[in-house]
């Protein structure tokens, strides 16, 4: 009887000491011995990639998309489209799983695509203006109407052939912090008349802003916006 309570007691006790080792050894000294690495070695991506602007206000991650829009004349009205804020350089659609009140910044509750196909809508395998209403070739088709009637200016017009996919469509997640160069390439003049400004600071600017393939050979070349937004307000402010 003594030896089966002194067995027991011994493994109880040889377990609460692992308990204890491995606590302090996975649950502290692990814990920040990773965060230590990450701070002295990837600072910027540990935090999150923020990008600050010029007074140090850390005004987002370079992973995450914004929208730029115009404030809603009923906030409290979901049916409300929302209008973009033409003096700015706009994303991707943001087309995705869901909208929220709360990240009022890039309205989707899920990351994700909408998983329709590519010719979702399409009459004759083409995406046309008699497209079903909801279907993707419709919200294409408003939103290549929407990019050229925004961007076109009194000298500079913008061709259909000339709107890019990714200006008419959302990434996989939904939530792509980049356009690609020729996206940026037709918002330069609408932008530059917005902003007063000349068409070769801001195109200088989008220049100053494009990444190439990573490592030279992937991907594609793109321009990460809320980037080039803070540095267009700098612009501005300058």
């Known amino acids: 009887m003594n030896n089966s309570v002194g067995n027991t007691a011994r493994l109880i006790g040889a377990g609460l000491r692992a308990l204890l080792v491995l606590t302090v050894i996975c649950g502290v000294?692990?814990?920040?011995?990773v965060t230590g690495i990450a701070q002295a070695l990837f600072n910027d991506k540990a935090n999150g990639s923020e990008i600050k602007d010029g007074n140090g206000r850390v005004v987002g991650s370079s992973l995450i998309g914004q929208s730029y829009n115009?404030?809603?004349?009923?906030?409290?009205?979901?049916?409300?489209?929302?209008?973009?804020?033409?003096k700015w350089f706009q994303p991707r659609p943001s087309n995705g799983l869901g909208s929220n009140s709360v990240n009022t910044q890039y309205s989707l509750i899920l990351s994700g695509a909408t998983n329709r196909s590519a010719?979702?809508?399409?009459?004759?395998?083409?995406c046309t203006a008699g497209a079903e209403e909801g279907t993707l070739c419709a919200q294409v088709v408003a939103a290549k109407d929407s990019v050229i009637t925004d961007n076109s200016t009194a000298s500079y017009k913008v061709r259909p052939e000339d709107v890019p996919a990714d200006a008419v469509t959302s990434s996989g997640s939904g939530l792509d912090p980049h356009i690609s160069p020729e996206y940026a390439g037709i918002q330069v003049h609408r932008v530059a008349e917005q902003n007063?400004?000349?068409?070769?600071?801001?195109?200088?600017l989008v220049a100053d802003h494009?990444?190439?393939r990573s490592l030279g050979f992937m991907g594609e070349p793109r321009?990460?916006?809320?980037?080039?937004?803070?540095?267009?307000?700098?612009?501005t402010k300058g």
Do not use: F, W
């Open 29 to 33: 000294i692990y814990p920040l011995a």
């Open 70 to 86: 115009l404030p809603k004349q009923n906030p409290d009205d979901p049916e409300e489209a929302s209008r973009p804020d033409l």
């Open 119 to 126: 010719d979702n809508g399409a009459v004759g395998g083409l």
């Open 196 to 204: 007063h400004l000349d068409v070769k600071q801001v195109e200088k």
């Open 210 to 212: 494009t990444d190439g």
């Open 223 to 235: 321009v990460n916006v809320l980037e080039l937004n803070t540095a267009l307000k700098a612009l």
